[in-house]
Nanobody, 123 residues
Framework: QVQLVESGGGLVQPGGSLRLSCAAS????????MGWFRQAPGKEREGVSC???????TYQDSAKDRFTISRDNAKKTVYLQMNNLKPEDTAVYYC?????????????????WGQGTQVTVSS
């Protein structure tokens, strides 16, 4: 059974940093694209960044130059390093896998989800 467990969220001041982790189990981790998504109150879930099994990464425009996705196949974990955080980054962040179309980092392309971790950027 696929299980994705996110951690690392919290309250941070604008300009601060957080590193999110997603521990995976129940599937052959290194074969699958992994993605980070977020959902702010009153908004639709959106893609933040995805990383393929071959370590090719994609980023939403607002995440470029501030966020870095990485994966550790030995630990079956995917990370999202977030720097220079802004209030508009406040959201619940989700980890997902089981994408259907390779290279498409959108929520409807992913079939297995974690429960999310809250990130709040506020002074």
């Amino acid at each position: 059974q696929v299980q994705l467990v996110e951690s690392g969220g919290g309250l941070v001041q604008p300009g601060g940093s957080l590193r999110l982790s997603c521990a995976a189990s129940g599937f052959t981790f290194h074969l699958y694209t992994m993605g980070w998504f977020r959902q702010a109150p009153g908004k639709e879930r959106e893609g933040v960044s995805c990383i393929s099994s071959s370590d090719t990464s994609t980023y939403q425009d607002s995440a470029k130059d501030r966020f870095t996705i990485s994966r550790d196949n030995a630990k079956k974990t995917v990370y999202l390093q977030m720097n220079n955080l802004k209030p508009e980054d406040t959201a619940v962040y989700y980890c997902a896998t089981y994408s259907v179309i390779e290279g498409l980092c959108t929520p409807d392309n992913f079939g297995a989800w974690g429960q999310g971790t809250q990130v709040t950027v506020s002074s």
